[in-house]
């Protein structure tokens, strides 16, 4: 087995799965049963998946998403996204080195009647919101179809190992991600009248209100009577040199490979952007065994959750806050990257620049809707609700819970009588979306005997996990508001440990001064191998801002079921510590230290668009030189003429405009595609492509000619 396959997880089963052989390049490689090409070549160790026809520059994943293009490779003949695309027994996968080829034909394919399938409501996305939604539908009897382009339902909670904030009665808080993902899951499937398919690419919304899907490699049309658009998001790019080298890629990507796929990506990982994706992935990265060499964020602090931020620093990973990335460096692949700190302008202050040896770095810069369906639904006149991300950037939590609102808004717009959405539905989910509150200072009891909880949390986020586990009601919260800090009362406490196991943000520990007021025992969570911890240990112990308060010996650890996979170590210290212990440092700060001298980029290579290669200059020229429109951008340099369509380009040009000092209210947008993705254009005539069978849905139809046009 190969090493960069991820042999043991504290949180994720590693299980055996048949093997087989493919060829790469002409080389016999091994891969597993059920994965993408993209990660069969990541577990060979190969990141670089071909070159670009235009100047030579290496390719490999950005997105992992299917959103972009920058992963095509030749499959058996064919040009297809590694990431999207199962690897199988035997099959020739090649770099596209320049242009693809149309293969010889010997024969015409067989061409298969286009079907039209009629639902009530037609669901596009099989995340959170979308499974929330289609559980209201499925109680309130509304014929559903929820259409989803991966091979399980999900979304992004089958990449989440952490526990979610929120309420757990409303948006199960304090349950893994990838936990939920299953339990929303099975009650989808339990309602006769909710289909899910899988391995659906919804590609566009017709002027005759009908939907176009590609399903397994065949060509279907839906006429939805109602649509919901649940399709998520995709991520923000940078401009920034060195940005599409092979190692350069998405916090969502890198979710994927580690987490799904089991695959190591990277043995050295630098990230940028200290929101809740980029803070997430970095405790996703450690718990897989890879070293994180620091995280940059150019705002003076993290936008993400402080608890979040606080998990990183304890384990050892530094955060430079008000930096920005320099540059990728390396020729062929990642090698270094550099930053440095910027002014109250947002620009590099020359002789700040740090550079750090790492193989990867993680982009991680925010999060746009995937809401192209629903400006087309509207357009056309086909009645459309948004949930999710693809409504409103937030937390998966506030997707479950604005699903399962607008569920039940569609199923009283088809005349099902589901009554009235009580008014805390609409208010609570509002809570969910908030962003976080002021930071506070943290407060520590003054109790030192017996035992009794530390809540190292210290900024008002939307959780309560903590006050729902206690038995005897020792936390509490003022009023009925899920942002409101938790409260240790003072009294009551038994030591049972169930709120440290729960704690999402991993920041309750438990002190127990019983047996020992001079030496008193802390117990903390800790969501690593097992074999990485043992009793007898001495380990570094840090307080909630990662300052090092000195060594503590590990005298028990255990890993009881009400902890779900964690491992609960209780460690001695003394007493002048023991309130402030909030975590155990994982990773040595050797790791972290910057390289001797700054490594300086000469390659002015700041792509914009990165399925034609063009540079930011190349932009910057064309505003400079008075041009307002962006399809005059695309027709003098073909920026946004790609495969991708413009999806990760649209909003850096933009980006360009603002630094250029021209207002977006000047500017005219592309004209957008009437296929929001790629599909082979043989579809539309009934060709059907790849290996997967297409089982006969039981759902109505429609009829059997497609009287959508393009």
Not at 397 to 419: K, P
Request: negative net charge.
């Amino acid at each position: 087995m190969s090493s960069y396959r991820i042999a043991e997880h504290p949180i994720l089963p590693v299980e055996e799965r048949p093997g087989f052989e493919f060829i790469w390049q002409g080389r016999k490689l091994r891969a597993q049963e059920g994965e993408t090409i993209a990660a069969a070549l990541f577990a060979n160790g190969i990141r670089t998946f071909g070159h670009h026809p235009k100047d030579g520059a290496p390719q490999g994943i950005f997105c992992a998403n299917g959103q972009c293009a920058q992963c095509m490779v030749m499959a058996d003949d064919l040009p297809v996204k590694a990431c999207m695309t199962p690897v199988r027994p035997g099959m020739r996968v090649e770099p596209l080195d320049g242009k693809p080829v149309l293969p010889d034909v010997e024969h015409l394919p067989t061409l298969h009647p286009i079907e039209t399938v009629e639902v009530e409501c037609l669901i596009i996305g099989g995340g959170p919101a979308g499974l929330s939604a289609g559980i209201e539908l499925g109680k309130a009897g509304v014929r559903t179809l929820i259409v989803d382009d991966k091979h399980r339902p999900g979304g992004k909670l089958v990449l989440q190992t952490h526990k979610f904030f929120g309420s757990i009665d409303a948006c199960h808080a304090g349950t893994r991600g990838t936990d939920i993902a299953r339990l929303l899951e099975d009650e989808v499937r339990s309602y006769e009248n909710v289909q899910i398919w899988l391995n659906t690419t919804a590609l566009a919304v017709y002027s005759d209100r009908k939907v176009g899907v590609l399903r397994a490699g065949q060509y279907v049309v839906v006429q939805p009577h109602v649509l919901l658009v649940a399709s998520g998001a995709r991520e923000k790019s940078l401009v920034f040199k060195g940005n599409t080298l092979p190692g350069v890629y998405g916090a969502g990507a890198f979710q994927t490979l580690v987490n799904r796929d089991l695959v190591r990506p990277t043995e050295r990982l630098f990230i940028v952007g200290g929101g809740n994706v980029g803070l997430i992935a970095g405790y996703h990265a450690l718990q897989a065994g890879i070293q994180v060499v620091g995280l940059c964020e150019a705002l003076p602090e993290c936008g993400g959750y402080k608890v979040h931020k606080d998990k990183l620093v304890r384990l050892g990973v530094p955060i430079y806050t008000s930096h920005t990335i320099v540059s990728a460096n390396g020729e062929s692949e990642v090698e270094s990257v550099t930053i440095a700190q910027i002014d109250d302008r947002w620009r590099p202050i020359p002789g700040t620049e740090k550079t750090f040896a790492c193989d990867t770095v993680l982009v991680a810069v925010g999060l746009d809707p995937v809401d192209e369906f629903v400006h087309k639904a509207r357009e056309f006149g086909l009645p459309v609700y948004a949930a999710g991300d693809a409504e409103e950037i937030a937390e998966a939590s506030a997707a479950m819970f604005t699903g399962r609102i607008r569920g039940v808004e569609i199923a009283r717009s088809l005349g099902r009588d589901v009554g009235e959405i009580p008014t805390e539905w609409y208010t609570t989910a509002e809570v969910l979306k908030s962003r976080p509150g002021a930071v506070v200072t943290e407060d520590i009891p003054e109790i030192e005997e017996g035992v009794l909880p530390v809540l190292h949390c210290a900024q008002e986020i939307p959780c309560n996990p903590c006050t729902s586990v206690c038995p005897q009601g020792c936390i509490v919260m003022e009023g009925e508001d899920l942002r409101s800090l938790p409260e240790y009362i003072g009294e009551g406490c038994i030591g049972c440990e169930r709120c440290v196991a729960i704690c999402p943000g991993l920041a309750i520990s438990l002190v127990d001064y019983r047996r020992n007021q001079e030496y008193p025992l802390v117990t903390l969570a800790y969501e690593f191998p097992a074999d990485s911890i043992h009793e007898g240990d001495l380990v570094t112990v840090l307080d909630t801002e990662g300052e090092v308060l000195g060594e503590a010996e590990v005298v028990k650890v255990r890993s009881p079921k009400f902890s779900d996979r964690a491992l609960l170590v209780r460690v001695r210290v003394h007493r002048s510590i023991a309130k402030r212990v909030a975590g155990i440092r994982v990773q040595q700060p050797a790791v972290t230290e910057p390289l001797p001298e700054p490594v300086v980029r000469m390659a002015d290579d700041e792509i914009v668009c990165r399925c034609e290669r063009v540079t930011a200059g190349e932009i910057r020229a064309l505003i400079r030189a008075g041009v307002r429109d962006m399809n005059h951008i695309k027709a003098a340099t073909r920026a946004g003429m790609g495969a991708c369509g413009g999806k990760t380009c649209t909003n850096l040009i933009k980006r360009l405009f603002r630094e250029e000092g021209v207002p977006l209210s000047q500017v005219t947008e592309n004209t957008r595609r009437p296929l929001f993705i790629e599909v082979p254009l043989g579809a539309f005539a009934g060709i059907v492509s790849g290996e997967g069978p297409v089982v006969e849905s039981p759902i109505v139809h429609a009829t059997d000619a497609h009287e959508g046009g393009l």
